[in-house]
Structures are given as C-alpha cells and as structure tokens.
C-alpha cells in the first residue's frame, strides 16, 4: 500500500509535485518508484528550517513517518489538489 515515501523541499510545491506526477524527470527516486501522490507537507518561512527538518525526518523511524502522516491525514489522501485552488 504505502511502501515508499520521498521526503523533499521545495520553494515551489505546487510546482515539484507535478513534475513528480508528470515524472518529469524519468529517472529520479520519484519517478523509479512512483511517488506522485502528496499526503505530507509543512511551510517553514526560512528554507534553512526546512533543510533541518527534513534531514531531521530522514533520521527518524519509518514508524514515526507513518504516525506523522497519519495524525494529519488519516486516509493518506492525496492533497495536491487542496494546495492547488
């Protein structure tokens, strides 16, 4: 069901994940295994935060993610459409 997940920054969200959905780039990570869909994100006003908390979360169990996710977004639903309008 949810076997792979891809932890990413971005200036431009709206924009990576449909080049993500698009596999824009046929050979990337997302493209190889088919990560298109958005269940996770957070806004940080200084990218430098970003940074530190993604590699803070490619630290962190795969249990923690899945926990993370889920308190958030329950059914793992694909949000890029809510970021979109």
């Given amino acids: 069901m949810h076997t792979v997940l891809y932890i990413g920054v971005s200036s431009d969200i709206v924009g990576r994940i449909w080049e993500h959905k ?16 958005l269940v996770y994100y957070y806004f940080y006003p200084h990218i430098e935060e ?9 630290d962190r169990s795969r249990t923690y993610k899945n926990n ?9 639903t694909d949000l890029y459409d809510s970021i979109t309008e």
Avoid: H, M, Q
Wanted: charged share 25%; with cysteine; proline share 6%.
């Fill in 22 to 37: 698009n596999k824009v780039y046929p050979k990337s990570f997302t493209a190889r295994y088919n990560c298109d869909k």
């Fill in 50 to 58: 970003a940074i530190a908390a993604e590699k803070s979360l490619k």
């Fill in 68 to 76: 993370l996710i889920s308190e958030l977004n329950p059914g793992w």
